[in-house]
DNA sequence: ATAAAAGAGTGAATACTATTAACCATGTGT
DNA sequence: ACACATGGTTAATAGTATTCACTCTTTTAT
C-alpha cells in the first residue's frame, strides 16, 4: 500500500482531498459490493440499481465512477483479475525458489482452488464472461493469457534453460501449429523455442479441461472432490516435463 | 416422424385438432425464435418480449407455453441437446462401423464443429450456462454427460471386449478416485472396469479443455484455427487408446 | 344442437431494471 | 469571496418479467 498522498501534475505530493477521498471510499464500496453481487448471483444478476442501494446512493450517481453497468463489470474484472494473480504469485512464492516442480504444482493448485472458491469469477476471467466482457471496448481481452502464461512461462524458461526439457524440434511441430506457437509466444513474451511453447499448451489445455470440469459442474454427480483427478493429472503432466512430484510441496 | 395424430386417453387415434395444431406452431415457431436470439444476443439477451413480439402475441401469452422466461430458456436447452446428440450421433454412423478409431475421431471433431458452429449454446449445454439451467427446477442436469458419456462409453466398451485396451487395475487407481469412477459408471450405465472408465475421464478432460479454449477464445489471439491442436489431441489420444488415426475418417 | 367447460389470448397493473437530462449543492482553487 | 468543477439528486423514458382479471373461441359433453 502506498502512503495516503498523491503526486499532482506539478509534482507536489499532497494528501488527498475531502472529495477524493470520498471518492476513493465510495468507489472501492461500490466495486466491492458489486463483487460479492455478482459471487452470490452471478454476473447476470448484478446491477447497478442493487450496488447503489447498498452504498446508498441513487443509480444515476454510479455513472460518475463506472461507464453504466458493463463499466462496472469491466472494474470487477479488473480487480478480480488483480487479485487471481496475486494468489497465484503467492502461492509460488511460498515454494522453495530451486523446486521449479513445487512451483508449478503450488501455481496450479492456486489455480483450481481460487477458481473453485470463485466459480462466478472464474466464469468472468476464464469463462463464457470473458468474450462479453473482452467485446466491451479496447483490446483488454489477454490480459489473463499473458500474465498467467507468462508465469508459468518463467518456470518452463528455467527449465528449458537448465536443459531439462524434451521438447519437439520447429521441424517435428506441425507447420499449421508452427505460426500459432510464434504468436503467443510474441504476445506473452516467451523467450524459447516453440517446441517448449507447445509443451505449456499442451499442459494448460489440461489444466483448463479439469478447471472447467471443475467450476461447471458437469460431471459433479460423481466427481464432487476433483482433486484426486487433479492430482493425477499434476503427476502426469509433471512426468511430461520430465519432473517428479516435489516433496517439499506447501500448500495452504 | 409420426402421423398426424395422437393417442387420446380413450385409445382413439385422433387427427390434431385445430388448438393442438395452432399450439405445436406457436410453441415451434417461439422455441425457434427464442434460439436465434440466443444464438445472436447470448441466452441473458433472450427476452421473453422479444420473443413474444417476433411470433405475434402478448408477452403474457408465452406464460401459457413456458413457465416464464426460465422455462423458456429450459425449453431452449432441452432442443439444443437433442439437436446436439443428433449430430454427433450422425458423425459416427456415418463411419465404418468396424472402425472405433475413425468412430471416436469423428464424434470428437463432431462435437468440436458444433460447439464452435453454437458457441452460446455450447456454454448453455457443457458450460457456465448448464448450472443455472440444471438449477431451474428438477434433476435434469447429467443428460448430456449421460448421453455423450454413453456414445462415447460404447465405443470404449467395443474396445475393451476386443482386449484392445491397457488400462489400470482397480487396485493401481487412486483409491480416492475409485468410488467417484464407480458413481460415474452407474449414472451413465457403462459396462467395463473403472481402469477403462478412468481412461475415458483422462480423455474428456483434454477434449473439454480443447472445446472450452476454443469455445472461450482465451488464446484466440494465437490459435484462431483450433484445428491444428485438435488433430493433434486426437492423435495424441488414440496413441493413448493403442489406436492410430483411421485412414477412412469421413468429417463433412 | 346447445350449453358448459377448458384454453388461449389480451390489457392493465406491479415492480424491477438501465440510462439520459436537467438541476442543485458543495468542495476546491484562485 | 467567487467561479467552477464535481458529485450527487429528481424526473423522465424505455425496456424487462410477472400476475391477475377478463374475454373470446374452441372443444367437449349432455
Known amino acids: 500500500m502506498a502512503a495516503a498522498g498523491e503526486t499532482r501534475q506539478d509534482g507536489r505530493v499532497t494528501a488527498l482531498t475531502r472529495r477524493e477521498r470520498l471518492r476513493a471510499e465510495l468507489e472501492r464500496d461500490a466495486k466491492s459490493v458489486a463483487r460479492r453481487i455478482a459471487a452470490e448471483e452471478g454476473v447476470e444478476g448484478l446491477t447497478l440499481a442493487a450496488v447503489a442501494r447498498e452504498v446508498g446512493v441513487t443509480p444515476p450517481a454510479l455513472y460518475r465512477y463506472f461507464t453504466g453497468r458493463a463499466g462496472l463489470v469491466r472494474a470487477v474484472y479488473d480487480d478480480v483479475t488483480a487479485e487471481f494473480m496475486d494468489i497465484v504469485t503467492q502461492a509460488v512464492q511460498r515454494q522453495d525458489p530451486d523446486d521449479i516442480s513445487a512451483q508449478l504444482h503450488a501455481a496450479t493448485r492456486a489455480v483450481l482452488d481460487w477458481s473453485l472458491a470463485n466459480k462466478v469469477e472464474f466464469d468472468l476471467l476464464m469463462g463464457a464472461g470473458f468474450p462479453k466482457v473482452a467485446a ?3 483490446d483488454i481481452p489477454m490480459v489473463i493469457a499473458r500474465e498467467l502464461g507468462g508465469l ?5 524458461a528455467q527449465l528449458w ?3 531439462r526439457l524434451t521438447f519437439p524440434a520447429d521441424e517435428d511441430i506441425d507447420p499449421a501449429l508452427v505460426p500459432q506457437l510464434r504468436t503467443y509466444r510474441e504476445t506473452v513474451g516467451l523467450e524459447f523455442p516453440i517446441g517448449v511453447v507447445f509443451l505449456m499448451i499442451i499442459c494448460w489445455r489440461q489444466i483448463y479441461g479439469l478447471l472447467c470440469m471443475a467450476v461447471y459442474g458437469h460431471h459433479q454427480f460423481a466427481f464432487d472432490n476433483p482433486l ?5 493429472m499434476m503427476d502426469d503432466l509433471l512426468g511430461f516435463l520430465g519432473l ?3 516433496p517439499n510441496l506447501r500448500v495452504p
Chains 1, 2 share one sequence.
Open 152 to 156: 508459468f512461462g518463467r518456470r518452463f
Open 228 to 232: 484426486p483427478l487433479f492430482e493425477h
Open 136 to 138: 466491451s471496448d479496447d
Open 161 to 163: 534453460r537448465e536443459g
Open 244 to 246: 517428479t512430484r516435489s
